[in-house]
C-alpha cells in the first residue's frame, strides 16, 4: 500500500507563513517526482509547484512564485512547501502528490494523491 499523508495545514493571517509536509509510505519514493496542487472551492486542482526526482529542477505557479518553496528529503522520503507571505487567495485543500513521470505531475495527473490538507488564510 502507498500512502501520501499532508499535516502542516491551518489557519494563517495573511502574511504569514505554513511549512506544509508529506510524509511518503509504502515505497521509496525517491526516484519519482513530486508536487504540491491545491483546490479552492469551486474552483478546479491546479499545480502550485513541482520537483524532478533529484530535486535539481523547480516549477512554481505564477501566482506562488517568489513566495512559496517546494523541496525534498530523499532520506525521509518526505515533500516540503514553505509558503510565505500568504495571501486569502492562498485558501485551498492543498495536495501532495507523486508520479515516476515529471510530465504527469505537470498534466495535473500523477499516480498518488495524498488526502489534503486544509489551509486558510484570513484577511
Known amino acids: 500500500q502507498v500512502h501520501l499523508v499532508e499535516s502542516g495545514g491551518g489557519l494563517v493571517q495573511a502574511g504569514g507563513s505554513l511549512r506544509l509536509s508529506c510524509a511518503a509510505s509504502?515505497?521509496?519514493?525517491?526516484?519519482?517526482?513530486m508536487g504540491w496542487f491545491r483546490q479552492a472551492p469551486g474552483k478546479e486542482r491546479e499545480i502550485v509547484a513541482a520537483?524532478?526526482?533529484?530535486?535539481?529542477?523547480?516549477y512554481y505557479a505564477d501566482s506562488v512564485k517568489g513566495r512559496f518553496t517546494i523541496s525534498r528529503d530523499k532520506t525521509k522520503n518526505s515533500l516540503y512547501l514553505q509558503m510565505n507571505s500568504l495571501k486569502p487567495e492562498d485558501t485551498a485543500v492543498y495536495y501532495c502528490?507523486?508520479?515516476?513521470?515529471?510530465?504527469?505531475?505537470?498534466?495535473?495527473?500523477?499516480?498518488?494523491w495524498g488526502q489534503g490538507t486544509q489551509v486558510t488564510v484570513s484577511s
Open positions: 502528490a507523486a508520479d515516476l513521470s515529471l510530465d504527469h505531475i505537470m498534466r495535473v495527473i500523477p499516480d498518488y
Open positions: 509504502g515505497r521509496d519514493f525517491s526516484s519519482y517526482a
Open positions: 520537483i524532478n526526482w533529484s530535486g535539481g529542477w523547480t
